[in-house]
């Protein structure tokens, strides 16, 4: 196997609502809530649903990499029921293997409610349910050891059964990968992360922000000094400015895609990582894997949702 994930397994929940449903409910458009699991039930019971498909960060990262032809695999915590059973689906379609026998747990797998107004515009309503509750004993060793690279998400790192999980997975791997997901993570867990990337994986993924927050920075020259003094492969996408990669004592970059007609910012991170591992396991240079990452990327930004049909 190429390539194995283990992340947050949501499911992603697609309404239409108009305006009023928006209004009614006190959500701010355009945003995520986080919401336990009375409130999500109490939102979705007067929502028609339109479509479920298996979403979280890692896991489109490793859909992508299917996409692209490689052999992978996904690990997350969901529970045997009608969305867990949904979103096991979504992944045997995309020929992703899942390493993880679901089990009755008692919370519900993880969802997350899309919903979708006139404009376009997407609002998020999150219940992290059962794939926060990940633990050491849910990893597959023998599916670690056996990838060529472990593939994990920040999102996913919390103290206690999380952070063993992580730590097994690791020592387990021979080679390890993630992605910082999100600055709010970053800003809390700030020491831990520092200490990952320093000393435990062979490569980082972050946006400009969130390797700032990181380390503190005082400008992006600052950024490219610790990337190369940690001697490890640091991958940074920055937008409109592109992305590089620092490997050891060498910057490389790549531009923005131009001229797109962006619909929907969601899983552009996940899918630059999907295009740069493509090209890395595949033996392209670090160029050509920053501009696969970069293909990708521009493609998903294009349409509606995190994953390309």
């Given at each position: 196997m190429k390539i194995l994930g283990i992340g947050n397994a949501i499911v992603d929940v697609i309404c239409k609502v108009d305006d009023s449903f928006i209004k009614k409910n006190n959500l701010t458009k355009s945003t995520m809530k986080l919401v336990d699991e009375v409130e999500?039930?109490?939102?979705?019971?007067?929502?028609?649903?339109?479509?479920?498909?298996?979403?979280?960060?890692?896991?489109?990262?490793i859909v992508g990499l299917s996409q692209l032809g490689n052999k992978v695999g996904f690990i997350g915590k969901i529970n045997d029921d009608q969305l867990g059973n949904k979103y096991e689906a979504g992944l045997k379609k995309e020929n992703v293997a899942f390493f993880y026998a679901k089990k009755k747990e008692i919370i519900p797998t993880g969802t997350c409610l899309i919903l979708i107004t006139p404009d376009s515009e997407r609002t998020m309503i999150t219940f992290l349910g059962t794939a926060g509750k990940?633990?050491?004993?849910?990893?597959?060793?023998?599916?670690?050891?056996?990838?060529e690279i472990l593939f994990l998400e920040g999102y996913l790192w919390d103290e206690g059964e999380p952070k063993k999980a992580f730590e097994k997975a690791i020592n387990n791997s021979n080679k390890v990968s993630m992605s910082l997901s999100d600055l709010f993570c970053v800003e809390r867990h700030k020491p831990?992360?520092?200490?990952l990337v320093k000393n435990k994986l062979d490569i980082t993924f972050a946006n400009e922000q969130e390797i700032i927050s990181l380390i503190d920075a005082k400008n992006f020259e600052d950024v490219i000094n610790f990337a190369k003094g940690i001697?490890?492969?640091?991958?940074?996408t920055r937008g409109e400015k592109g992305a590089l990669a620092v490997d050891k004592n060498q910057v490389v970059e790549c531009k923005a895609k131009e001229n797109l007609k962006i619909k929907d910012l969601t899983g552009a991170g996940d899918l630059f990582a999907s295009g740069f591992l493509h090209g890395l396991i595949n033996n392209k240079s670090i160029k050509e894997s920053l501009d696969i990452g970069a293909e990708m990327s521009s493609k998903v930004i294009q349409i509606i949702g995190a994953r390309l049909n």
């Open positions: 999500f039930k109490k939102l979705l019971s007067s929502l028609k649903i339109e479509e479920t498909v298996s979403g979280g960060s890692v896991a489109n990262s990940i633990s050491e004993q849910d990893i597959d060793i023998n599916a670690v050891k056996k990838s831990n992360f520092l200490e001697n490890k492969l640091i991958v940074i």
